[in-house]
């Protein structure tokens, strides 16, 4: 079945630094691929979504380019902040079922970015 | 309006009590989904609704019972949790059958079982 690899964290960082989290996948046919952000205490925001190869997705600085020949979706922003701290998931969603579609997650990754 | 409203945000329930998630959406989506989160652990589906339909039962204890009254409207009925039933609950909404474009979550609603 789908599945999605993130790199382990937590991750710190001090403000302006440069950012990078893993993403790697194994689906089937052609998914969708996006980054979620979740603040404590709240639910998931979607950040950046790309649904074919060579798509990059960007939003606030973030991006992430899809790489089917690697089968990858690299989060990075070039200088963090202190409120870019949260969790960040990476997900697919596969091709459409008979309804209703299926978001595989990654395991998340903590981001903490330090003053 | 672009938002998935979860109601109440926080809720605490002995294990005899009968409860009831709400949320809704306005953004013309036909797919609506539950979802459990435990801390620093990723979503996992319970269920989702399309066009007003259970599609998909991720064989959930029965304990939980969803219900979606009209396109706008999800809820989540509860009965007898357990406390390991502790958990964020997220309700999201996703547009037509794809989730090509993503989902919408809402903030959710966390609930303790005592």
């Known amino acids: 079945g789908d599945s999605v690899t993130q790199m382990e964290g937590p991750v710190t960082l001090s403000e302006e630094a440069f950012l990078t989290i893993n993403c790697t996948y194994t689906a089937t046919g052609y998914p969708s691929l996006f980054w979620y952000v979740q603040y404590p205490g709240e639910g998931l925001q979607l950040l950046l979504k790309a649904t074919k190869a060579d798509d990059k997705g960007s939003n606030k600085g973030f991006e992430a380019t899809y790489r089917k020949e690697t089968t990858s979706f690299h989060l990075e922003k070039g200088s963090v902040q202190v409120s870019d701290s949260a969790v960040y998931f990476c997900?697919?969603?596969?091709?459409?079922?008979?309804?209703?579609?299926?978001?595989?997650f990654g395991e998340g990754t903590q981001l903490t970015v330090n003053p | 309006d672009t938002e998935v409203t979860q109601t109440p945000k926080h809720l605490v329930m002995g294990m005899t009590n009968k409860k009831s998630l709400k949320c809704e959406q306005h953004m013309g989506h036909r797919a609506m989904y539950w979802y459990k989160q435990k801390a620093k652990k990723p979503p996992e589906l319970m269920f989702v609704?399309?066009?007003?339909?259970?599609?998909i039962n991720e064989s959930v204890p029965s304990r939980f019972s969803p219900e979606c009254p009209n396109s706008s409207l999800l809820n989540l009925h509860l009965h007898a949790l357990q406390p390991e039933d502790s958990a964020l609950y997220l309700c999201a909404s996703s547009g037509g059958d794809s989730g090509i474009y993503g989902y919408t979550f809402g903030s959710g609603t966390r609930l303790t079982v005592v």
């Open positions: 609704y399309s066009y007003e339909k259970l599609s």
């Open positions: 997900a697919l969603s596969g091709p459409q079922e008979t309804s209703g579609s299926r978001l595989t």
